[in-house]
DNA sequence: ATATATGTGGATATCGTTATCCAGATATCC
DNA sequence: GGATATCTGGATAACGATATCCACATATAT
């Protein structure tokens, strides 16, 4: 349902937003995000060319948000390497459908309606920031303060 | 989002649930849902393998639904084709992930859950009885006796 | 300027999806 | 049984998604 694409572009762009500030390099951001190398560096391409992401050559370059975590949904990213194809016309193009699909295609376009509608609202730093004891790209367990008591 | 084969799978099956009773040749549905022939073969070979559609071969043979429309969720025709992959165990393999999913991957669940939901809860007979001004797969305009009064 | 670090863009390889075609199997009708 | 209709399964091809690699451009530090 959703490619590998779009899981590797979430997982740089969520590194991303944990590490604001500091430029990463693409080789950081592979090895934290377990994504291919080679592969990382052209979605970083394309997410530079959407304008998701900021980047600088030579030493202590690397790759930056442009804009502040807040201010980045999820479906800014999706939609750079994988676009919603929303069902906005008959896919057998029948002249009935023109201007109101048919039962199916309405459902199956709401569907996709539903996903978009949930990304938008969802940011980069609702991810990061979303109290859980499972912190993305993380594998050290969080420790709850205050959440046992002897 | 979804493929092409999915489209092509809900298409044939939806024009079976509106011609119950009377057997359907590959070449009938390929013209009315305008699916390639020789592709919609191999679709509807999946659907017979997973017992969603039966077919039988010679003269007057064809295709049709093994169950009544009512019966038939949508879902059940998707997975045929392009199983949904739910997000159960964390992709990167994290250890600190594995009984809880990181913020990230669960709000990709919950997407995926959310189709999941829709489209099971969604029969054939829903797509087909639907009152609407557009019937599926059908190019001629639908006129609601008793709408409009002179 | 030189050495080093790092992103860019192009060429290429692999694989699954989409698609076509045809010989063979099987059912019906006469 | 012969003619016809129809599905089945295998071979093959085109294409996009995934992935790798490398020469080149460009930035920093000294």
């Keep these: ?28 951001i592979a090895e934290a995000t377990k994504v291919p190398l080679g592969y990382l560096a052209k979605v970083l391409q394309a997410l ?13 370059g690397g790759f930056e948000l442009v804009k502040a975590p807040e201010m980045v949904s999820i479906l800014e990213i999706i939609v ?6 929303r069902i906005l016309s008959c896919p057998l193009d029948l002249n009935a459908h023109r201007l ?14 539903m996903i978009e509608e949930t990304f938008s609202s969802t940011t980069l730093a609702d991810i990061v920031n979303t109290p859980s004891s499972s912190k993305p790209l993380c594998d050290v367990m969080q420790v709850r303060l205050g959440g046992a008591r002897a």
């Design 1 to 28: 349902m959703f490619s590998q694409t779009t899981e590797y572009a979430l997982r740089a762009t969520v590194w991303l937003a944990q590490n604001t500030g500091t430029p990463q390099t693409t080789q950081q």
């Design 48 to 60: 530079g060319r959407a304008g998701v992401v900021r980047s600088a050559r030579g030493l202590h």
């Design 80 to 85: 750079v390497v994988e676009p919603i194809r």
């Design 100 to 113: 109101k699909l048919c039962p199916l295609h309405k459902k199956m376009d709401q569907a996709l309606a």
